[in-house]
Structure formats: structure tokens, C-alpha cells
């Protein structure tokens, strides 16, 4: 016993040292490629500068001052820029390849790898790609031109020095950013608790003449001045609140016309957007620290953002105050000191070392020196077309493994799809569900475009029974397929033949959604939908089922057999409480899971290759989602994950072919807001509208009910988080509320105006749904409403602020839950809760829509049609039969006045292009009536204003795409 813990406590430790090393490996891999960019864009930077340096002292006087400055911003583009297209009229086609890319893709330890180098070409064609090495990325032979033995001696010392330095280059280099950053974080920090510790300038007459100069430069935003005995010269500062920081000695002794010359230059730093990019820049150098050129560059750029202001503002004050302008700067410089340098200010004495340029161009400035050049504008374009671009690389070039593979193509194959297709095995059929009106499945022969179906169902029949997922077998000659009934909310295994013959249920009575096959084609591979959700297999000859593991809470990703039938590799989430995943195998002989890739980023399984040999997944690892292969041997990874695809996105996996292609599917979904003018006599919509915002990640609008505002949410791409906007609707200025919850819905006004009404999730799994209340002033969050165990959706306020409306439902994952859903009022204060409406499932509540005054409530289910139901007795009226259920997509608002009932209807089930038409009834009864049709315009929501003059629009638009990669895969590697 006590030597098998000794053995298990070794093995167990050689398994930790190793993913620490793999870890370890990964981490310095992108740092060499990341250190590997950055000293490629300080190359170029430095060849930019001097371009730029050069044009300004030949043309710098035909310029002006403004596009003198604004040249820079060619050089700030291309430093950003983490990869440019090429072009044959780059700047950078002068100068050679620069070899560290390529340097940087050996690990660390294999310095001592010799390059293969061919005494010379052959024809003008490149050698070919050599093996990949062990534990290392494909390496990339170098084909050189024979050269004389002195110079390839001088060049191999110093590639030699190169290698031996590069593991500590990073190192310093960060060491320096760190260093440097820190100081300049400290020095704003510092000015900060300074600023905030001083109260804003009280002085009347001081703050009509900085009113007066607002108003001259055309500034609108809200800029607070804050006099300070610490401040020793004026600026700017901020970055989302700017303050104008004003020495306490210049109030006392400046004149009137100096301190108005102060605040109009302070303002056109404010108007030219100088402090944002003063933070660029600030970043910038803290990246690019050890290039004296590029400080330089940006003491010239401040220099002449200094100049751009004071033409800026002469353009303003004319020409003939120019002299008086001058003397204002040459008596502030005396008797003031230089500002900070500090990236969040922006000062009118910034340098006096370049005071002579500036009274230079003062005394010389002409009314038309701000004014749109013809000529500066070809200049900076000329510019930005040989700076921007890279080098075009020829076939002599050194080039990446992924850009010397001939051929290689990315092409869409099916523009819509079901988004429940599979691939056969040998790339030649796809099988979805391609026509939603009838839900069948159909299988698509890629060689010749001909379709067919394989189930059976009639025009119309999807809205009661359908297919969802499917696998085909490794033969290509059976698919098995999940089919769904939605009446009686059940599901069945069926297995068919290709061509449609054979159709027979295989297991029925759970939510069996088939993922892959064995090897041998004898089981197919499934995932069965519970808590928690298994993988299982399922003989596909009896349907008998055989478990094989839990695969948590959170819907199973991708299920994939080796092709040696092995193992199964499939991807979970790294915690509850997070959305991103890790790579598993399946030992299927030892029954035993492996932990395969375990990293902080996200990581989603792709597929085997087709050899076996390496597994092909998708990571955010370098903050874009890339395609990398990492190869296994055994169940063990070996060396570390090769990127072959990068920017491929976060896409859906479908499978490899065995050719090396892979297929997968780009889903995308965009809801847009636009509000529109209403006519109340004719009730429709004009023409055009307008975007409140361009994101595509927009939701619930709520007018105000004083109409002054709009409230909305929107999904911030960069941290998937929803943010509260409140959009005045006489300036369009907008502020944020952070609700600081990953999941919002249905927000809605309050009837006084002061607080939102939201659901929400404090975990993105929406276990626990809530309804909160938020402070639309302090951004204060308080919660109404907890379950535990059901869903809850849709709420609002009615009119007495008293009570609350929304729709509970047992929730999917709820085996104990009634099957009932309901429309419930609460009383807040007692916590008691009326049913209004139920309906018992599989039935559901669509839509439902309260009335103004908040007595009547209209309500369509996908069984009984639209119905109108009285508040306080839950008496019930039928509007519409039970024909328009499947015609409505929402009911969308009453009129205000009560009136009318507003209705979104499709009049087909899946029209293209899409097709909504707004109808409307009367709430007495009667026949409802058409009043517009919108073609490609997918409206999903109205909101009609208090006013009934304007709407606010929701659009929801869907991309269900399949394409293949060919030729991506290095050579002789995963094929």
C-alpha cells in the first residue's frame, strides 16, 4: 500500500511539473511573439517619423499648423495597428524582411536548432517546408541567395547574439514599461487627489467671460474650472470629465483679455479631442520606451498640437487679434512655470523651448490657416498609403507556415442554414434542417447541389414537430437525428438512411442530441439533456443506452471520437460560475478523463484531425480568436499548440473531412434600436429612421412617462456585460448605469420616473432570475423578487407603482416545478401574488401588453390566439382566434390613449426577404386592421412615446452561415 501512494504521490507530481512547464512554455511563446511585434512597429514607427519629419520641414509652411499636427496621427495609426494589409507601394517594401516573427516561433531552450540553408534556388521556387520537429512548431527553412563567406560569418554572430539575448530582451523590456508607467500612474494619481480637494471657481464675472469663450469656440460639453494654489501654470485635465486647472496667482494678476486668450486655448485642446490622444501617446511610449526616436516624435507632436491650438483659436478671434494673442502668451510664459507633463492635461504653456515657433506663427497667421488644404489632404493621404500597408512579400520572401501554403481558401458554402447540420465523413453531403416551414431534414450532395428530405413532414408541420441535431455515420450512409414534438414538449433517437429509406426510433423520452459515432459505426455518441447533462452512447442497432460520463450544467459543447476510436474529446466549462472552457479526453479503454488544455483563456474544442494525431480547437489566448493545433500522443499533448488559423472567430464546430478540411458555422445575432416619427391620425411610421446606436447589441427601449427619455440596454463587446443608457431626447446626450449583472432583460420605466424596472441574473447560467429595481440617479440596485426554482420574465410596474406584473414559468432544469406559466401580480409591500393568467405547458405566453391606465391587459399564447383580460377580475375577452397564433410575432403596445391594440404579424413563417406588418385592433372588438408593411425590416418591438408622435423600433437579424477552411493545415501535419 505504501508503495502505490509513494507511486501515485510521484506520478501525481511529474503531472503538475508538467502542465506548470506547459504553462510556463505557453506564456513565454506569446511574449516572444508579442515582443516580436513590437520591435517590428518600432522599426517601422522610426521610418515614419523621419518620412513624416522630412515633409514637414519641406512643405511645412504650404501646410499650416493643423495639418502639420494631424500628419501624426498617420504615425499613431500605424503603432496601434497589430497588423496592416500589404501593398506593393509600401514604405516598407525598402527595407529587408526583418527575421524575429520567425525567431520567435522556436521555444525557448532549442536556440541551438541549425537552419537548412539550399546553396541556392532552383527556378525561382522555394524549398519546401521541413518535418515538424519534436515539441516545437513547424520550422520555416530560409531560402538564400549564395554571398560572400565574410558576410554570412558576420551575420551568423550576429543571429547568434540575437538568440542568446532574446529570452532576456522581454525581461527588460518590461522591467522599463513597468518603471515608466508606474511614474506617470502615480504623477496623474497625485494631481488627481490635488484637483479633488479644490473647489470649483466661484467668481461670477470669471465664469461669464469662460461662458463667453465656450460659447465663441463652440463647445457645448460641461467643463468645470478649478483654481489651485498647487497648480503652477493653466491645463487641462481628465479624461471623462475634463477640468480647466487655473493657478490662483494668474486669477489675481492676469488682465481680462489674458485670461480669455487662456481659456480659448484651453478650450480648442478640449474641442481637438487633445487629451485622449495625449493618453495614446503616453501609451505608446511606455510600449516603445527604449526608442529615442519615438520620444522624440511625440515632443515634436506636442509642439505642434500647441501651434494647431493657437491657430485654432486666432481662427476664431481673427486675424488682427494675432499680435495681442502673442504678447498674451510671451507675458504668461514670464511669469508662469511649465505645466506637467502628464497624458490626462493639455496646457497652453506646454514648452517654452519652442516659444519661438509659436510667435513665429502667430505673427504670420492668415485667416485661411485652419481652413480645409487640398493640398494637405493629398499629403497625409499619400502618406498614410506608404505607412500604413506592409510589405508586399514575393516568392523570395520569408513568410509564415500558414501564408506558403499554396491554395488555401476559405469559402461559404450554405448563406443560410438550420444551425443543426452535420458533415458526412468524407466532406461530400450536409444534412440540416434547411426549411423551417416543415422542420424536416434534409440532406444537401455538396457535388452536385441536389437536396432531399429524409423525414416526412408536410408544409406547416414545424410548428408542431421537427429535427433538430444530427450525425451521420462513418460510411456516410445513415444519419441520426433528434426529433422533437412540441406539442407535448417530448423527444425521440431516430436513425435513417441517406437516401431516406430505413427511418426507424431507436430511444425515445429524453433529449438525446446525437454528437458523433464510433469508429466502427456500431454507436453513435450522444449527450442527453438534464441536470446534470451525460454523454452516452447508444447502440444503433437495439437503441440501448450506456452512460459514460456527467458533463455538467452548462450545454454540452462539441463530442468527438479519435479516429483510432480511442478517445473522446470534448470541452467543459472551467467553473460554474464562468463561460469559458478546457479541453477533456475520454480514455474510453481505461475510463479515465484528461485534463488536455487547462489555461485561463477560453479554449473550445474543434475536432480531431483526421490522422489522429493533433487536436484542432479555437482560443482567445491572444485576444482574438484563433485556430491552433496542439498534437497528442497517447492521450498526452506533446510540445506545445501550434496557431494555424489566426482570426478565425469564435465559431460553431462542425467537423474535418478527410482531406484536412474543416467545416464549421458563424452564427450572429443583431438587435438594433431606431425611433421613427408616428403619425397618430394614420398610425404609421415614417421614414427613415434613425440608429440610436450602431453596436447591434440593443434591447428593450422604454420611454420615459414624462417622454423626455429613453432608456435601453446595450452589450459592451469587450467584456460581454450589459450597460443602462438614458438618452435625452431633446440633446440625444446619453449617460450610463452599470447594473453590474451579466444578464438584463426587459427593462422598464417606473411610473414617477426614478427608478428602472429590470430582470436579471447575478450569474450567467440565469439560475436564479430577479427582478430589481434600479436608481436611474445613483445607480443604486435593489431587489423585488427572488426564485429559486422558476423563471421569471417580463415584469413591470403597474400604474400605482404598487404592484408588480410578470411572467413566472417553471424553469427547464425543474423536474419538481408546476407545469403551469403564468402572468402574476404582486403587491410589493405584503409580497401576495394573484394568478392573472395561466396556461399549462407546453403552451406558452408569447407577448402580453398593458394598457395605460393599467386595468386591462392583452395577452397572445401559441394555443388561444389573443385574448383581453380585466385586471382587477381576470374577466377574459377573445380579440383574435386561435388562426393568428402562428401569424403574430408580438404584441407590441397600446395606442396612449387606450384605444388600439398594436400588433407585429408575419404573414409567412420564414419569408425572404423578411417581411413584418404592423396591424392594429380596437380594444372594444371588431376586425383588425393592416396598417404597414415593413420589407427587410425584421421588427421585433415597438414602443409608442407618451405622446403618440414618435416610436422607438427594435430589428432582429439573424446570420446562420456554413463555411470550410481548405489547405489550412501545415504541411504533412493533421492530415
Known sequence: MRTFRTKRSMIYKKSSNRKERDKMEGVMTNAQMFFGWLLQTTLIASLVICLILLIQKMLGGKLGPRWCHALWLVLLIRMILPWAPSSRVSLFNLIPSWDWQAQSQQLPGIADHKEVSPPAETAGIPEAMPDQEPQSEATIRKVVAPKSQALANVEGKFKSRLISLRPVLPVLWLAGAIVIGAYLLVSDFALWRIVKRDRPLVDQPMLELFEECKAQMGVQSLVVVVPSSQIKSPALFGFIRPRLLLPREMLDTATREEMRYVFLHELAHLRRHDIYIGWLTSLLQVLHWFNPLIWFAFYRMRADRELACDALVLTRTGQEKSHEYGGAIVGLVRRFSRSRRLPAMAGIIENKSQLKRRIAMITQFKNNSYRWSPLAITVIIVVGCVSVPGPKHDSRSRVSTLERRSGMALRRLEEEWGGFGNISPDGRYLCDVDDWDNGNLTICDLATGKRWPVTE???????????????????????????????????????????????????????????????????????????????????????????????????????????????????????????????????????????????????????????????????????????????????????????????????????????????????????????????????????????????????????????????????????????????????????????????????????????????????????????????????????????????????????????????????????????????????????????????????????????????????????????????????????????????????????????????????????????????????????????????????????????????????????????????????????
Open 457 to 975: 413532414n408536410g408544409p406547416g408541420e414545424a410548428i408542431s414537430h421537427y429535427a433538430l441535431d444530427a450525425a451521420m455515420s462513418p460510411d456516410s450512409g445513415k444519419v441520426a437525428y433528434l426529433w422533437y414534438e412540441e406539442k407535448t414538449g417530448t423527444s425521440s433517437l431516430w436513425l435513417v438512411g441517406r437516401d431516406g429509406s430505413d427511418r426507424r426510433r431507436l430511444c425515445e423520452g429524453k433529449y438525446i442530441m446525437p454528437k458523433d459515432w464510433s469508429a466502427d459505426g456500431s454507436k453513435i455518441l450522444a449527450a442527453v439533456y438534464g441536470q446534470p447533462h451525460q454523454m452516452v452512447w447508444i447502440s444503433a442497432s437495439d437503441g440501448s443506452i450506456q452512460h459514460v460520463r456527467d458533463v455538467g450544467k452548462k450545454y454540452p459543447g462539441k463530442f468527438d471520437v479519435s479516429p483510432d476510436g480511442r478517445f473522446i474529446a470534448y470541452d467543459l466549462p472551467q467553473a460554474d460560475d464562468t463561460p469559458k472552457r478546457d479541453v477533456f479526453l475520454y480514455d474510453i479503454a481505461m475510463d479515465r478523463d484528461i485534463h488536455l488544455i487547462e489555461t485561463p483563456a477560453d479554449d473550445v474544442l474543434l475536432g480531431w484531425t483526421p490522422d489522429g494525431k493533433s487536436i484542432f480547437f479555437s482560443s482567445d489566448r491572444t485576444d482574438s480568436w484563433d485556430g491552433w493545433l496542439l498534437d497528442v500522443r497517447d492521450g498526452k499533448p506533446t510540445g506545445i499548440p501550434q496557431r494555424v488559423k489566426p482570426g478565425m472567430g469564435k465559431v460553431e464546430p462542425v467537423g474535418f473531412r478527410s482531406n484536412g478540411y474543416y467545416y464549421f458555422a458563424v452564427y450572429d445575432i443583431r438587435r438594433s434600436i431606431y425611433t421613427a416619427s408616428f403619425d397618430p391620425n394614420t398610425c404609421s411610421i415614417s421614414f427613415p429612421l434613425n440608429p440610436v446606436r450602431q453596436t447591434g447589441s440593443q434591447n428593450d427601449p422604454d420611454w420615459s412617462p414624462d417622454g423626455k427619455y429613453l432608456a435601453y440596454y446595450d452589450i459592451e463587446k469587450e467584456n460581454d456585460t450589459p450597460v443602462i443608457r438614458i438618452r435625452s431626447v431633446a440633446t440625444g446626450q446619453e449617460r450610463e448605469i452599470e447594473p453590474k449583472l451579466p444578464l438584463v432583460a426587459d427593462l422598464r420605466w417606473a411610473p414617477d420616473g426614478g427608478s428602472l424596472l429590470v430582470t436579471g441574473s447575478a450569474d450567467r447560467n440565469r439560475s436564479h432570475l430577479m427582478i430589481y429595481q434600479i436608481d436611474v440617479q445613483t445607480g443604486e440596485r435593489t431587489e423585488l423578487v427572488h426564485s429559486e426554482n422558476m423563471g421569471l420574465w417580463g415584469a413591470q410596474w403597474l400604474p400605482d407603482g404598487k404592484r408588480l406584473l410578470y411572467r413566472r414559468y417553471p424553469g427547464d432544469d425543474n423536474t419538481t416545478a408546476p407545469r403551469t406559466a403564468s402572468l402574476v401580480i404582486r403587491d410589493i409591500d405584503t409580497g401576495h401574488e394573484k394568478d392573472l393568467v395561466q396556461v399549462e405547458r407546453p403552451d406558452l405566453i408569447q407577448s402580453w401588453a398593458l394598457s395605460p391606465d393599467g386595468r386591462r391587459l392583452v395577452v397572445e399564447s401559441t394555443s388561444g390566439g389573443v385574448t383581453l383580460v380585466s385586471v382587477d377580475s381576470g374577466q377574459t375577452r377573445e380579440l383574435l382566434g386561435r388562426d393568428w397564433a402562428e401569424k403574430i410575432r408580438i404584441v407590441a403596445s397600446w395606442s396612449p390613449d387606450g384605444g388600439y391594440i398594436f400588433l407585429l404579424v408575419c404573414p409567412e413563417m420564414s419569408p425572404k426577404p423578411p417581411i413584418t406588418e404592423l396591424w392594429r385592433i380596437a380594444a372594444a372588438g371588431g376586425q383588425p386592421e393592416k396598417l404597414q408593411t415593413f420589407r427587410q425590416l425584421p421588427l421585433v418591438r415597438i414602443r409608442i412615446h407618451p405622446s403618440g408622435k414618435h416610436v422607438a423600433l427594435v430589428t432582429h437579424e439573424g446570420l446562420y452561415e456554413m463555411w470550410v477552411m481548405e489547405n489550412f493545415l501545415p504541411e504533412d501535419l493533421g492530415k
